[in-house]
């Protein structure tokens, strides 16, 4: 089981749920700070004590430890994000701030010191809160032109620096997520079809006008777009159950198709006209998008679906949607697990886009326990996190063995965060065990787990070690 020479192995974070300092440094607030429950409850009117992102795990002020962790761990990438509320506290501002820039300035220079390269997503789900309360967010129009301020600016600051970006994180996750999402302040009952597929389109042509941007700036820089990757299986061979597929298959791909072929599909063209859903977009526009396609494909892939006429609707509906699989295992959190679906996932995009994937956020969210580890220290004794991720970088390997061109891997949450739907420090992801709890006690402290050296010898023998 050896990777390509090359393979970008490495972990995951979004600067949201592991920074926190959220007033420090002339950082302005984001949407994240009044979400203090995730996507379970509406935005508070400010931020409030049990907001968990509010200190994270204090990453601003660890980060040097923690890089130094994923050095040792061997990672060759690191995935984080850039907080658009500290670059620009508002979002509409006329100057960015320099203490925000300084910074990542100083983030990056730590991934490099030890050969880790970074991929930075530009938007994952930051956006600035004056923006969802002053323009309602993704479905104003004016925010293009903010994030093309936004976008030239971390450019020009960052080329050299940063070779990998994305543009926007699950961009397909407005659909059923607009605040989170498309820092969209309007309940999602409230809005239009056309209201989310105008803040779709907004977004569509940020992210080519970010790619036009990158390209010009930063001619070896590569852009890829990132989708929340959802297989989705009929519940039986029925003809009704299949076309349920396709169809679902449809709003996922769309987001792709837009960025990939840079046109809208015909069949969206026929859910708009069906639906009475009108979307204003220019002849620039389109052209915009024609011309400035990405370099690549990126997704997150935790679980699978299905789709049917009968079925029990997901426990993981909020952010996903679709029925139950009853052949598949659940996490603590009701998501199916099924590392085949990453396999089918990868050559069902490579067929559809011809372009290189990277998969850029995979875990299990679990309830982990510290355990004294015999040598005075302590740890997690997390075997179900090294069977889940073993079990699927196989299916990995196996479509690479299939043709597929994978970039790289990189695991979420490789430190223990906040998690973005629940809001919780209880559903851990992570190599590296954070002493935080769901009240916010704790000392913040760091154990590496067992999972930790598993993934160590993986990366150091580029796979190899999944055969042992």
């Known amino acids: 089981m050896k990777f390509p020479e090359g393979f970008l192995w490495g972990g995951a974070v979004a600067a949201n749920q592991c920074e926190g300092a959220y007033n420090e440094d002339g950082k302005g607030l984001d949407i994240q700070d009044v979400m203090p429950k995730g996507v379970l409850t509406g935005p508070t009117k400010e931020p409030t004590p049990d907001n968990l992102k509010l200190t994270g795990i204090d ?71 004056h923006l969802a309360e002053q323009y309602n967010g993704w479905v104003n129009h004016d925010l293009i032109g903010f994030y093309e301020r936004y976008v030239r600016t971390i450019f020009n600051r960052y080329k050299g620096k940063v070779k990998y970006w994305l543009t926007f994180n699950e961009i397909n996750s407005v659909l059923r997520q607009p605040l989170l999402s498309g820092g969209i302040l309007t309940p999602r ?42 297989p989705i299986y009929p519940l039986t061979p029925a003809p009704d159950d299949v076309l349920a597929v396709m169809e679902a298959n449809h709003f996922n791909d769309f987001f792709g198709d837009m960025h ?96 290189p994937l990277f998969i850029v956020e995979n875990g299990l969210g679990a309830k982990d326990v510290l355990v004294d580890d015999g040598k005075g220290g302590k740890t997690v004794e997390d075997d ?21 061109p994978v970039m790289g891997y990189t ?5 223990d965060l906040v998690s973005a739907s629940t809001a919780q420090m209880s559903k851990r992801y992570g190599f590296i065990y954070v002493d935080r709890n769901d009240d916010g006690t704790g000392s913040l402290a760091r154990y590496p787990k067992k999972s930790f050296y598993w993934y160590q010898k993986v990366i150091a023998s580029n796979g190899a070690a999944l055969d042992e």
């Not at 940020?206 to 590569?222: C, F, G, Q, R, Y």
């Not at 909020?318 to 603590?332: A, H, I, Q, T, V």
């Not at 695991?411 to 430190?415: L, Q, S, V, Y």
Request: proline content about 3%; overall charge negative; some cysteine.
């Open 59 to 129: 990453f601003y002020h660890r980060y040097k430890e923690d890089i130094k962790l994923f050095a040792e761990m061997g990672f060759k990438v690191f995935r984080t994000s850039i907080a658009w509320s500290r670059i620009f506290p508002n979002g509409d501002d006329a100057e960015p701030n320099e203490k925000g820039l300084q910074f990542y300035d100083d983030l990056f220079a730590e991934c490099h010191k030890y050969g880790i390269e970074p991929l930075v997503t530009i938007s994952h789900y930051e956006t600035p809160l």
């Open 411 to 415: 695991t979420w949450g490789c430190i």
């Open 189 to 230: 009952e409230e809005l239009s079809l056309s209201d989310l597929y105008q803040a779709c389109h907004h977004e569509f042509v940020a992210s080519a006008l970010a790619t036009k941007l990158a390209h010009e700036i930063m001619p070896d820089a590569k852009v890829g777009r990132m989708i929340l990757a959802l």
């Open 260 to 355: 990939v072929r840079g046109r809208y599909p015909g069949y969206m063209k026929r859910y708009f006209r069906e639906q009475g859903i009108t979307v204003n977009m220019t002849a620039e526009e389109e052209k915009l998008l024609a011309e400035n396609t990405v370099d690549f494909v990126s997704f997150s892939y935790y679980s699978s679906l299905c789709e049917g006429r009968k079925g029990k609707e997901s426990e993981s509906a909020n952010l996903m949607g679709g029925k139950d699989n009853p052949y598949l295992k659940k996490s603590e959190w009701g998501w199916t697990i099924d590392p085949q679906g990453l396999r089918y996932v990868l050559n069902r995009y490579y067929d559809r886009w011809q372009k």
């Open 384 to 404: 179900y996190r090294i069977e889940f991720l073993h079990d699927h970088l196989v299916q990995l390997g196996e479509a690479i063995k299939d043709g597929v």
